[in-house]
Structure formats: structure tokens, C-alpha cells
């Protein structure tokens, strides 16, 4: 179903705001994004809004520091109940490995599904992807659940482990201004080529009307 591949970016200060636009989505999109901005503002309260609201979440925060401090913050984030939680994988393996961990043992604290580990290969604001293969050789050894990439890499994901999970970022539709991404496509070229997970930003975010653009989204999705 087109709904479960889809992820609205709650990028906005204040959690009232971020449940607004949550709700204008939501039958046509089955993930909140929360992201540095509002975890920044509302912190675990924006999981728990998000879960109320009948959301799964991704919280994207992208850690990077040394492992163990890294580890520490994964077990807290892993005891949220979020699906996916993500760092980055210019962090190392050593890195990665204990962010693995610490979601698992946090999920474990409060005997809850541990979130997909997802390492953030190269940010799609990044024009330059040379460094996307040694970043997913690291999520492969580290043990993560899956990637962050651009459409354009998702095959070379697949080809080194087909169940490894894409999730991809900076889609825009063809109408669209690309803002400050780079490696960017349209949201059908990502699920024509296999993305498990699409993240709608601004595309629907700053949209007059986000509800009709998510609606559009989700159908043409569901042709493919
Ligand atoms: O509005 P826009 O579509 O550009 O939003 C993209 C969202 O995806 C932002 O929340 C950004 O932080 C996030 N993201 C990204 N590139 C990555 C990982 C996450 O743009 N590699």
C-alpha cells in the first residue's frame, strides 16, 4: 500500500504546529519524520503526539560522535517505540555498530520492537556521492537495518542486499523549486525504483493545499 511507504517531514518549531500538519496527511501518509527542528523544541513529547495521532515515526536525527556517547543516546531514543531512528555512517563502524546496539538494548529496556538502525549515507543536499559506497560498505558491516540515500542510489542498495531498507529524502515534483537539495528526483522515480520509504518535505509541506498534494502522491504511488 502506498500509504505505509510514505513519511511527511515535520520540519517546524513548535509541536501544535507539527500536529497540524500531521493530521491534514494522514490518510495518505503513514510516517512522521521528526527531525532535528521540532525534536529540538518538544522533544520525546513529539513521539508520543506523533504515536496518539496513529502515526509510525522515523526520528531523524542523525547522530554522529564517538561511540559511546552515540550508544548512550541510541538506548534512550531506542526505548520511544519509534520504526526507524538514523545516524551517520561518516561516524565509522565502530560508531554505528554501538547505535545499533544502544537502540537495540534500549528497545529491550521497555520490551518494545527495536526501531529499523538506518545510517545516513551522503545528504542529499550533497551534490558529490563519491563517498556513498565506503558509507554503505560501513552500514552493511555495522549491522544496520537499512540506508538513507537519494533515488539514484537505491539500486546499488538492493544489488549489495535486497533487503536492506531505503529510505529517501529531497524528492520534489517536477513543478517544484528544489530548495537547497541536490541528488533529488520525483517521489514515483523513487518508488519505481524500489524505495521502501519516501519522505515528503516541502514538496507537500509548503504546499497551499498539503492534503490534496499527499492525496496525489499516495494514488500515483499506488499505480506503480
Ligand atoms: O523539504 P525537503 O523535502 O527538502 O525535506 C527533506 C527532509 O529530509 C528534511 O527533513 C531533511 O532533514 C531530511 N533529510 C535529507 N537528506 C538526508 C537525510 C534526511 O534531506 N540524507
Known sequence: MARSRLAVAL??????????????????????????????????????????????????LKLHDIPTTVGRAARVLGRLGVRYCNFHAAGGEAMVRAAVEGLA???????????????????????DASAFDARLATALAGGCGGVVCSLLEIERVKH?????????????????????????????EAARRGADVIVLGRTVTAAAQPEEVAAYIAREVAKL
Open 11 to 60: 520540519d517546524v518549531p513548535d509541536l501544535d504546529e507539527a500536529s497540524l500538519m500531521a493530521k491534514r496527511v494522514r490518510d495518505s501518509v503513514e510516517i512522521a519524520k521528526i527531525g532535528l527542528e521540532l525534536y529540538s523544541a518538544a522533544g520525546p513529547a513529539a513521539v508520543e503526539r506523533m504515536h496518539d495521532l496513529g502515526f509510525d515515526v522515523f526520528l531523524d
Open 105 to 127: 538494548n534500549g528497545a529491550r529496556d521497555v520490551s518494545t520492537t527495536p526501531p529499523v538502525a538506518l545510517a545516513v549515507t551522503v545528504l542529499t543536499s550533497d551534490p
Open 160 to 188: 549489495a542486499r535486497a533487503d536492506f531498507v531505503t529510505v529517501v529524502p529531497g524528492t520534489r515534483l517536477p513543478t517544484d523549486d528544489t530548495n537547497d537539495q541536490a541528488r533529488t528526483g520525483t517521489p514515483f
